[in-house]
Every structure is written in C-alpha cells, then in structure tokens.
C-alpha cells in the first residue's frame, strides 16, 4: 500500500484506484466491501460496487464512488495511486476466466439467493470462484441481476429480467442473454433455481417469523435434470395421520396460528395431557445457551441467557390487549378485578421468553401466609412489555414492577419501567437478580443514576425478601417509608429524604426449599401459548461448593448444595413434556454432583419417550466430582436427547487458576473422561475463558494447543465482570489490577494489556474458523506431526502475518477479520487453499510435496458449497484417514495425545468418501452472523458453528450427534470400541457391552 497509509495525505481521486485484491461481500443485509486492513465491512450500494469494479479494469474512475466510502477506503489503506498498468489479477500471477455462456433457464424458473456471494474486484468486475475452482468474471449486469434477488425470498426469473430490462444498464440485452447470466450465477454456486414456481407451497416450515427461506431447502437443481424439483420450501411437515397422533399443543407448531378463543379451547382439552405417540424430533433444536451468569433474586435459580419456559393449568380470565400470536390463552390477571389493589407486574422479553425466576417470585408472593398480600396487591403472572404496558394505561394509583436483572435484560427492564413512569409516574420499581449490583459502591451507582427507574434492590434468594418489602410497602404507597424498609433483610434502597443509600444485612439462605411453590405446578405459568414454551428452565438444586472468581451462581458459591423434591422436580418436567416444550436447560450449578441426578436423567429421558419431549437439554456438569457424569450423558444421548454440555477448563494454566481460585480436575482424569465420552459416543467439547486474571497470550496459546493435542473442540468465552462475582470485590480488583470497559468486560489485568487481550481474540477467532469450522483441521496436524509446526504456532504467525501485511494472503487474511460474519467460502476454497499452501511454504518453512497437496485437496473436499451432492468419493494418494486415526488411538482409550505411527508418506493410497450432509452445511450451515461481534452475549458462531459435512472425519459436535444420521459417527464408533478391546487395561470398566451395543444399534438405525 505504500504512501497510502490511514494518515497519509490523500491524492485527489482522478489518481487513486481500489487495491488489487479488495473482497465485496452480498449478503442478506445488501452489499459489504471488506478492507483487508480492517474487520469493519463497508456498507455499500450497488451504483458504487459498479464503480468500483469498473475503477479496478480502468474503465472507469473512482471519483464516482461516494465520498463518505472513499473515506472509510482511505482510512483502511484500501486504494492506491493509479499505476501505468491496472493488475487485473486478483488471486496469483495470472487470472484464468471461464468464457461465459448464455444458455437460457426454462422459462417459468424460480430464483432463490445461495447464502452470501464474496467475490474479488478486479479486471473491471467482480471475480467468483465455483467449487471445482473455476473462475468468471461478473460484470455491471451480472451484479446487477444478483441486486435484484429478494434475499429473504425468491422471484421469478422472469420479474428479475423485466427489472433488470427496465434499468439502464439492461435495456439493450435480449431476455435469452439474461436468463443465460442467471444460469451461470447457477452453475457458480451463487444463486439457486427452481423449474417451477411455489406458490402452492406455502412458507418454509420454520422461517415464518424470521420471513428468510430456509437453506436447508432442496439443492439447485442441475440444468439437464428432467424430473420435477422439490419445492424451495422445506421439505413438507407431518401428513395428517402424524398430526392427528399429535397432542393438540404440539399439532399448532406445524398449523397456522388460530384465534386466540380457538387456541384457548384447545389448550383445555390438552389439559391433562395423555401420552400423544409422538413423532421422532428432528436436529433442529434450539441451542441452550451456557450459563455464564447466574441468578439471585428476585428469583434464585441459576438460569441461562438464552430462551426460557412456560406453564400450567389456568382459571377464565378476561381478554388478553396484546395480540402477540400463541404468547397468551388467558390474561396474565388471575381472577376478576378488584378496584384498589396495586397491580405487581413480572415483565419478560418475549424475544427470550418467560424466566423461572419471575415465576418463582409471584407464586411465592401470591401464596404467602394464606394469600394476605392478594388483600393490597393484584399479583399478576408473568407478561411481555407491551402487555404491562396496555394495562397500566388503565390504571390509576401506584404500581410496582418487578425487575429480574441479567446481562441480557437489565437495560431491557430500565428502559420499560421509565416507560411505565411516563404513564404513571407512581411506579416502583424492585430489581433483583445476578446483574443487580450488591456491592456498596456499585449498588451507589445503580441506584443514584438510574433514580427514576430503580427504588430497592434485592440481593441473594428473592422469593421471601420480596413478599416482605411488598408488606413494608403496602401501607404508605406511593410513598416509601425508610422505616418499614429498614427492617426487611437483604435490600438496598436510597433514603428518600436524605439521598443517602440505606443496606439492611443480608438474608440467610432459604433452607428447605420445598417451603417454595413451584410455579410450574401452581398455575404461574397457565396463561402462556405455544410460543410461550422456548426452552424450560429447571433447578433440582441450589448453591455450589466451589468459588471460582469469575462466577455468580446466585451469589451461592462456596455454598452448601440444597435440593429440592426429587418428586416436585420430575412432576415440573412431566408438566413441560406432557405440553411438548422441546427445548430445556437443568439449571444446576453441577449437575452430576449428586448421584440422584442419575435418577433424574433417566425420568427425562421417560418422559421423552412418552412424550417426544424434550428434544434438547442443556446442563453444565460438576466441576471436580466426575463419577456420575459418563452416565447421565449417556442416558441422556441414548434417550436421542441432544445434549448441550462441555469438560469446562476455563484455563489449564496454574498461575491463572490459583488467581481465579479455581482447582481443576488433574489432566489424566480430565483426558480420561473424555475418552469415556469418545467410547460412548456421545458428544464432547471443552470451555475456556479469554481474559482472566492471571492469563498471558501464552497460556492462552497452550489452552488452545491442549484442545488441539487432545482433538477437543473448545469454546472460548470472554471473561464478563458480573456485578457480584468475587472478581468484582474491589479488593480483588486492586490486587489484579483489573480493567473493565463500557460493557462489562474484563480487557486488562496485571498479566496481560489490553493490546495482549485483542491478540488473544485474534486467535480464538483464528482457533474457531481453521479448527472448529474445521477449515484447516488436518493441515496443522500435518504440518506438527510431519513438520514440527505446532498448531498454536501456526495460529499465531497466519494471525501475524494478518496484521502485519494483510494484502498478502488475502482471502486467509479475510478469513480471519470476516469469517465470523459470512461464514461462506473466501471467493472460492480452491483459490483458498493455494494460499494455504503458498503460507505453509514461505511462512512456515515447509517443503513443497506431493502430500502437502494431497492434504490440501483433502481439505477442500471435505468443505461445504452451494451445489454439491453427494454421495461423493476423491481418490487420494495417501491415506489420511489411517494417519489421523494412528495417532488418536491414544484418545480413545488413556486419553492422552499422541503421533501417527510414521509420516504421511508411509501410508498408501485410498479413496475417500462424503456420505452426505444430513445438517445441511452446504445450504442452512453457510450463513451470516448477526451477533458475532456482541461481546456481552456470545453468538452461536462461538458455541456451535461447523461445516461437519458426513465423512470418516466427522466431529462429535452435540448437533451432530443428535442428528442421528451420520454414517461416519458410527464408524469411528465401531473402530474406537475395537481399539478399546484391543487394550482392556487401558480402559476404565464404566462402557459395558450393553452400552456398548445401545450405541451401536442407536447408530446403525440412522446411518444410509
């Protein structure tokens, strides 16, 4: 790039052209110019994606792009003085274009969007690659037609051609020419098509809401084939047999919405629900999100940030205002209205759904000494804003709102009670839960700068704490009287004379839990429809004996564990099976602490038999007592459950743990477990966290390094300070020398600078796109058993290079900055892997063979694309599979690493085959991601993004397990069980033959 650095002084633009090499990205959001020296797109439209593309060639000058673009251009060193001679190759020394062809689609052909399209401007257009590595050149037209896509839906071929016709840029190409140009963008993979219309086949099951077309509908369908293609929506839902076996809640998931008086009759013939006969689930289950914080409250159970519950039987009631489809079948009221009770509202986001904790709240409160708070107070169930909000429009007097604070919702319940204030400025407002702060100086800061939104707050367990303060309230309302306040344990509040923040001592621990109503089992929940039930929240437990730093289980760490009823919490579960809540999440700080939770997992999995319910569950297991957990996991898989657990490490390195204070499982027990989980085929990952005390760039290099070593997908979470954590103590905070940005997050300490903590980002970014997406797997094993290159290693000088000359390998370099947002192939995997290839040669000082390139062409055949079919088989000259399962033997019986029995070039040739894509990575699974960059809430990019396409090489991701289809699961399978008989000595006694055979038969019913 030269003089033409961010501060250098711009030429005029008459002088300047784009950069050889600039990636532009189409997506669902429009179109993105990518700068390589940046990780922001550029949003663009389409008259400046023409100019540029026509500066690039010399047809045209970059003074026609817009200012405010040739500015962010600038600014990231994305244009450069013109030169004698425009390079017009933008992937090596010189650019091989497929001649375009024109042949037309069939008339009445139906045009659907392939995912994002990436491409590279230059020689005047936009250069693509398709799969097998052809290249062509799009130009004005061409990226003309892709505008024209409605990117949520199809349109018919013949609409796109007739706008494209009407522009100036078209009006003098024939339609044969175009239609021609939209079967090219066809054959590259870049746009989908369809020999017929859909208008009688209705939306996509499942996108109605989102208002996309599913990419996990059929594939385009090739030019020559005769027979009629399937819809673009997907595949049809259940036939009326199915659905009549249906229970009547879980039959409206595949009907449209009814009338709300329709939905509420057949809500009470389901009740009670008799076993319905269910249907096998599909894969397509909502991922539960890993609990990073935990709850207090208002509320006291540990809940996730993620999608939560809903519930019971319910009495009439009157017209719900809100018309939210399926949130409602009775008013969030119970029983008739009684002039001058002080309504007590429990909002939720409808987008995350109800919360146990909010339940938990008003069944106490509502139950209390008899019902005598119901004297003062109408508790209302729990409801979404606008419904709080309709109703207090007619109202008069004071009203309180309870606030159950998470990462994800505390600015949420901020905002609505100041909308609530605007209507009736008498609200109160009560906040609890994990993100209210409850040290002295932070809870200060809450309070005095949120005055007109927040009046007391609670800390530890709500239920009680709040039941009082509404006592202490009811008589002087609106007003507060610090007198009645003072005396209630557990809260915080500012003295409304004099300003000054009022502590009462902290509550003791609530100690038998069944003193509790369960608001699943009382009716708290009653009032809620289908899209009420996301995902249900469970506790059997609360408290932790541990006391990890970073963690606030509710504010119970280095707690005594005390349980609820074995009998209440499996009677809560039948409540949400028996209604056909798919989605689930056993709220327990460890589960497996407790040999009772075997008994637990075996009644889910009852109830999922009879049931169909649930699809999914998500737990965190016990930190250091492992006896239970193999089992509970297994019953669960076995059960065709998927499971959402990880082996969490946070951090391997000991200076890190001592100043977490947490103590780690010993490796040999921790690789030991794992291979127990590889033996009983059930899903495994591991956990680490980016940014705790303690950390350094290194260790966090070897945290990745052992995941790698061990073949142990790891998510990496960045470190939150959450308000009443340990780590938040300002006396911890001074000795670690902690720094926290705007957003909560933990970006400095003694051991690492901020500038160290955006490196270690750079590399899980690096570690999640080549490991966990799996786009450079193999090559770093290669290259560290044969080469010596440790996969850390490589990770650290493709991300130096990165930011060192970005320009250099540009598309490893995009993947790298962009990849967590269009997570679609960089203009071609072909033009991909030669990069790799020219990396591992000048970078890492690998020598060029045969089997650097049989690696490479592995790599990319194992990689998703628009287009492909499968089965489908490539020949290699080595076998790779038999060289990475030599060296995992190891894995499957200790636990510990290993090396191949030779290098690559001691193994034969062999073929290689995909079986198939039972997850759809080349359609649903090549995607953009909206969240990636939202550090408070980790994206399912982070959690579980992959291209696991079935081969012999297939990853044990939850979703791939669960999915049931995978040919190459049941392989491994079979081959890890043979090693493990091999070596009996080797392998603990917990996988006996008739796990082992449950395994194999549940394997075997799917496979092809």
């Not at 370099?813 to 071609?828: E, I, Q, S």
Request: net charge negative; with cysteine; aromatic share 6%.
């Amino acid at each position: 790039m030269g003089d033409m650095s961010g501060t250098a002084e711009r030429p005029d633009s008459d002088d300047l052209v784009p950069v050889d090499r600039l990636i532009l990205v189409r997506s669902v959001a429009g179109w993105d110019i990518t700068p390589a020296a940046s990780t922001t797109p550029i949003r663009v439209d389409l008259d400046t994606v023409i100019a540029m593309a026509r500066a690039t060639g010399g047809a045209g000058s970059i003074g026609d792009v817009p200012a405010d673009v040739l500015e962010q251009l600038h600014a990231t060193g994305s244009l450069q003085r013109r030169r004698p001679t425009v390079a017009a190759s933008p992937t090596g020394p010189t650019l091989e274009l497929d001649e375009p062809s024109w042949t037309p689609l069939p008339a009445d052909a139906w045009i659907f969007p392939a995912g994002a399209v990436v491409g590279q401007f230059g020689a005047g257009g936009v250069v693509v690659e398709s799969f097998d590595g052809h290249r062509t050149l799009l130009d004005a037209v061409d990226v003309t037609l892709l505008d024209q896509l409605d990117r949520r839906a199809g349109r018919s071929a013949a609409d796109i051609i007739d706008d494209v016709r009407g522009a100036p840029i078209g009006h003098h190409l024939d339609r044969d020419e175009l239609s021609g140009r939209l079967r090219r963008l066809a054959a590259m993979g870049r746009v989908r098509w369809y020999p017929h219309t859909p208008e009688t086949d209705g939306p996509a099951r499942g996108t109605e809401d989102r208002g996309e077309v599913s990419e996990s509908a059929a594939r385009p369908v090739p030019a020559d084939r005769s027979a009629p293609a399937a819809s673009p929506a997907t595949p049809p839902g259940p036939s009326a047999a199915e659905l009549a076996a249906m229970s009547p809640l879980r039959r409206l998931r595949h009907q449209p919405f009814p009338g709300r008086a329709t939905l509420k009759a057949v809500y009470r013939r389901a009740r009670p629900l008799g076993p319905p006969g269910l249907p096998e689930a599909g894969p397509d289950a909502i991922v539960p999100a890993t609990l990073d914080e935990t709850v207090g409250p208002t509320g006291s159970e540990a809940e996730p940030p993620a999608r939560p519950a809903a519930e019971p039987a319910a009495q009439p009631a009157a017209t719900v205002m809100v018309e939210e489809p399926g949130l409602y079948l009775d008013d969030p009221r119970v029983g008739p209205a009684v002039p001058g009770r002080i309504p007590v509202y429990a909002p939720f986001q409808t987008e995350i759904g109800v919360i146990l904790s909010l339940g938990m709240l008003t069944a106490y409160a509502r139950q209390v000494d008899g019902g005598r708070l119901g004297t003062h107070y109408e508790i209302r169930r729990p409801e979404d804003a606008a419904s709080l909000l309709a109703d207090l429009e007619t109202r008069d007097g004071p009203a309180i709102i309870l606030c159950s604070n998470y990462v994800w919702s505390v600015e949420f319940n901020l905002d609505l009670v100041r909308q609530a204030r605007t209507i009736n400025p008498d609200v109160i407002a009560i906040h609890g839960g994990p993100h209210t702060p409850k040290y002295e100086a932070d809870c200060l800061d809450f309070l005095t700068s949120n005055r007109d939104a927040a009046h007391i707050t609670v800390r530890g367990e709500g239920e009680i704490t709040l039941s009082e303060v509404l006592s202490a309230l009811a008589p002087t309302l609106p007003q507060i009287d610090p007198a009645r306040l003072e005396m209630v344990e557990g809260i915080s509040f500012l003295h409304p004379s004099t300003g000054e923040m009022v502590t009462t001592p902290d509550r003791d621990r609530v100690q038998d839990l069944d003193t509790l109503p369960s608001p699943y089992l009382t009716g708290e929940f009653d009032h809620l429809g289908p899209s009420g039930l996301l995902q249900m929240i469970f506790e059997s437990n609360r408290g932790c004996p541990y006391g990890c730093t970073f963690c606030d289980w509710g504010s119970m760490t280095l707690s005594r564990v005390r349980k609820f009823d074995l009998d209440r919490v499996i009677g809560e579960m039948a409540w949400a099976a028996e209604r056909g809540a798919s989605n689930w999440v056993l709220g327990d700080a460890n589960v497996g602490i407790m040999s009772r939770d075997v008994t637990i997992a075996r009644a889910i999995v009852d109830l999922r038999d009879r049931f169909g319910a649930p699809e999914s569950i998500g737990v965190n297991v016990a930190k250091n007592t492992t006896k239970h957990i193999t089992e509970i996991i297994q019953t669960l898989t076995e059960g065709k459950i998927a499971v959402h657990t990880t082996l969490a490490l946070q951090s391997r390195d000991e200076h890190t743990l001592d100043s977490v204070h947490r103590q780690n499982i010993s490796t040999d027990h921790y690789v030991a477990l794992a291979a127990s989980f590889r033996r009983a085929g059930l899903p495994i990952q591991a956990d680490f966290m980016l940014g705790l005390p303690g950390q350094t760039v290194d260790s966090f290099s070897a945290d990745l390094q052992f995941a790698f070593d061990h073949d142990i997908p790891a998510r990496v979470w960045l470190t939150q300070m959450l308000p009443n954590a340990p780590m938040n103590d300002p006396a911890y905070r001074v000795e670690h020398g902690i720094v926290v940005n705007a957003d909560g997050l933990v970006v400095g300490t003694n051991s690492y600078t901020e500038a160290d903590r955006e490196l270690m980002k750079r590399l899980r970014h690096a570690y999640t796109v080549l490991e966990r997406f799996g786009t450079a797997r193999i090559l770093m094993r290669y290259l560290q058993w044969d080469h010596g290159v440790p996969g850390s290693t490589f990770l650290r000088e493709l991300v130096r290079v990165s930011d060192d000359d970005p320009e250099r390998y540009p598309l490893a370099n995009w993947m790298l900055r962009y990849f967590d947002l269009f997570a679609v192939a960089p203009m071609g995997w072909r033009s991909f892997y030669d990069e790799m290839r020219r990396f591992a040669i000048r970078d890492l000082g690998v020598p060029h063979t045969a089997d650097l390139d049989t690696v490479l062409d592995l790599q990319r055949f194992l990689m998703p694309d628009h287009g492909r079919s499968f089965p489908d088989a490539i020949a290699l000259d080595r076998d790779i599979p038999a060289y990475l399962e030599s060296a995992r033997r190891s894995l499957w019986t200790t636990g510990h690493a290993a090396t191949p029995d030779g290098p690559l070039a001691s193994y034969g040739p062999t073929v290689f085959t995909i079986y198939g894509d039972p997850l759809d990575r080349c359609g649903g699974g090549m995607r953009t991601f909206a969240e990636t960059r939202n550090e408070k809430r980790t994206d399912s990019f982070w959690m579980s993004g992959h291209f696991e396409l079935d081969s012999p090489l297939t990853q044990r991701f939850a979703e791939v397990v669960a999915a049931g289809g995978y040919r190459g699961l049941r392989q491994q399978l079979e081959r890890g069980i043979a090693l493990s008989a091999v070596d009996p000595d080797a392998v603990p006694v917990e996988l006996t033959t008739h796990a082992r055979a449950l395994n194999l038969s549940r394997s075997s019913r799917s496979a092809p």
